[in-house]
């Protein structure tokens, strides 16, 4: 065999390699022709034979093995142009409800942590995993959709979402603006109003306990000094709110207000993460209590700001994501 | 749109279109030629004699998948003492390059007709 031969039969076999073996050697005869008379033709220019140099130039020409033999075969996708708009729109919508769902299962364990350390390595870890968990759940809408793919290529079928009817549209939204102005002034009003409150709260108990307050007096129980703190936290909060509502005043809803919102939702699970870890909220002031009855409404107060903190936490998830949401391009999403 | 201004998008964008452009085009011309028989390294060669070079990555699989849709016959035939595939146009084949072409001269009229309404200027 000589050196062009030897150079041809190798690039056969390495096309020949990528090809399915029914058309394998009636398209290497073909291409073994056409690379053939191809190289006559050029040593009949040349008036003499090809040199190795040269016969490796026509065959790089002719582009590698791999993508010679991937034209020879059938288009082929995992989801093709008719139903990727669907799974595209699937994964978009499904995507915040599964993202609550996932956090939600994650932060089960949250309930029943007793100490702050726990409660945040609990919540980290929830985070944490949000990224893998939702990247699996991606991964099974993905192959839902592949099978969709093969069972509509296979039956030529229609797609299943192929017929539709224009008059069942949704109609036409309403434009979201921001808060008007009255309304933003009205809502620093009600805030103020409700900072006074809270301050009177120390001096005046039944403001927040009401006619319960009169029962306390009635048992040896009273409410435990960590509450002061909580009352610091508390005004700590809404004294940024106050600020947040200040500077909204003169401004018009946009992203800088939702941020700042959002900051604000930050630090209210914050204060609710502090009130979990309280863990007692009524103590003893004598030694007629009933100790068994004071633990068990102790636990179930705790038990209540869990699932407040849970609630919280997925409306921040749910109010980032709509805050970040019209940054992420729709291809970005597709893994 | 100012399209002109970013030289660096520009070719990208043209290569693009140019590629969606000649697609078409080039199965119509690949089945014309066809009217005569050839096999792929002569068709190849005599499309590029008339101006329309096409790769052979892309035309020896074209031939193929041209012939899975009957638009075409082959046949084996020793020429020149190889063995070579020599194409011919069906007529399954010659049927549709009428109505291709049909075709291709509407959107051919409706595309003069649109430039000769538009501002001429754009015309190079």
Same mark, same amino acid.
């Given at each position: ?335 | ?15 693009? +279109?140019?590629?969606? !452009? /000649? &697609? ?8 014309? %030629?066809? =009217?005569? @028989? ?20 892309? +035309?020896?699989?074209? !031939? /193929? &998948? ?8 082959? %046949?084996? =035939?020793? @020429? ?20 291709? +072409? ?23």
């Amino acid at each position: 065999m000589n050196p062009t031969s030897d150079l041809l039969a190798r690039y056969l076999q390495a096309i020949g390699d990528h090809l399915p073996a029914a058309s394998r050697d009636d398209v290497l005869a073909e291409l073994r022709a056409n690379l053939q008379a191809q190289m006559d033709d050029r040593a009949e220019e040349l008036n003499r034979p090809l040199t190795d140099a040269e016969v490796a130039g026509v065959l790089r020409d002719h582009g590698r093995p791999i993508v010679v033999a991937a034209r020879y075969l059938p288009q082929q996708y995992l989801i093709g142009p008719a139903i990727f708009p669907y799974y595209l729109m699937t994964l978009r919508k499904a995507a915040p409800f599964a993202l609550i769902l996932i956090f939600l299962a994650n932060c089960a364990n949250i309930l029943f942590v007793h100490t702050m350390p726990e409660l945040i390595a609990g919540i980290l870890r929830a985070l944490g995993q949000l990224i893998p968990d939702l990247l699996i759940f991606a991964a099974w809408i993905t192959v839902a959709f592949v099978i969709a793919e093969y069972v509509y290529t296979s039956n030529n079928a229609k797609p299943f979402c192929a017929s539709w009817d224009p008059t069942k549209l949704p109609a036409i939204k309403p434009q979201i603006k921001g808060k008007s102005r009255a309304s933003r002034i009205f809502d620093l009003i009600f805030h103020c109003l409700w900072i006074l409150y809270v301050l009177a709260i120390p001096g005046h108990p039944f403001l927040i306990l009401g006619p319960g307050e009169i029962a306390l007096r009635a048992f040896p129980v009273t409410l435990a000094p960590a509450w002061q703190t909580f009352y610091v936290l508390l005004l700590v909060l809404l004294a940024f709110q106050l600020i947040t509502k200040i500077v909204a005043l003169n401004t018009s809803y946009d992203r800088g207000q939702a941020v700042l919102d959002l900051v604000t939702k930050l630090f209210g699970i914050a204060t609710t993460a502090y009130l979990v870890t309280m863990k007692t909220y009524f103590v003893a002031t004598g030694p007629s209590a009933n100790l068994t009855m004071l633990a068990n409404v102790n636990h179930w107060i705790g038990f209540g700001f869990r699932v407040v903190l849970l609630i919280t936490l997925i409306d921040f998830l749910v109010e980032a994501w709509k805050l970040v949401r019209p940054s992420i391009s729709a291809r970005s999403l597709v893994f | 749109m100012d399209t002109t201004s970013n030289p660096l998008v520009e070719p990208q964008i043209f290569d693009s +279109l140019r590629l969606e !452009l /000649r &697609r078409g085009c080039l199965i119509v011309a690949v089945l014309a %030629q066809l =009217r005569v @028989e050839h096999y792929g390294y002569t068709l190849r060669k005599a499309l590029a004699d008339q101006g329309l070079a096409i790769e052979e990555s892309t +035309l020896y699989p074209l !031939l /193929r &998948r041209l012939e899975t849709q009957q638009l075409l016959t082959s %046949q084996w =035939r020793e @020429e020149d003492k190889r063995n070579k595939r020599f194409y011919k146009l069906s007529p399954e084949g010659e049927t549709i390059l009428v109505q291709l +072409l049909a075709e291709w001269n509407g959107i051919n009229d409706s595309v003069n007709n649109i430039l000769q309404h538009s501002d001429q200027r754009l015309i190079p």
